[in-house]
């Protein structure tokens, strides 16, 4: 069966890095687009990041730009978030998701497989 499985998170203090990994597996995820999604608690979904099948273009949200970095590699089935200076504001489940129809877009809609999350939590 699909799986989507993410790893990483934890807790962080302001200004702290974690990398979160997701291994995919049950499918060939390599021809597809992946992206990192995030949800707080009494807030929507929103966008992180997303990545080409390639690898070789990537978008973020307006907030982790500049801060993190999506990548992934395909040999290995996983994709990666790298966080740095992290934010109380960063606080959130993070999910990783595939999408192998519409591209490395933002809206949650277009992907069809999704993680269980990650809990991220930023805190002094």
């Known amino acids: 069966q699909v799986q989507l499985v993410e790893s990483g998170g934890g807790l962080v203090q302001p200004g702290g890095s974690l990398t979160l990994s997701c291994v995919a597996s049950g499918r060939t995820f390599s021809t597809d687009a992946m992206g990192w999604f995030r949800q707080a608690p009494g807030k929507e979904r929103e966008f992180v990041a997303a990545?080409?099948?390639?690898?070789?273009?990537?978008f973020y949200g307006d907030s982790p730009k500049g801060r993190f970095t999506i990548s992934r590699d395909n040999a290995k089935n996983t994709m990666y978030l790298q966080m740095n200076s992290l934010k109380l504001e960063d606080t959130a489940v993070y999910y990783c998701?595939?999408?192998?129809?519409?591209?490395?877009?933002?809206?949650?809609?277009?992907?069809?497989?999704w993680g269980q999350g990650t809990q991220v939590t930023v805190s002094s």
């Open positions: 998701a595939s999408n192998p129809r519409q591209g490395a877009v933002a809206a949650a809609q277009a992907y069809d497989y």
């Open positions: 990545i080409t099948w390639s690898g070789g273009s990537t």
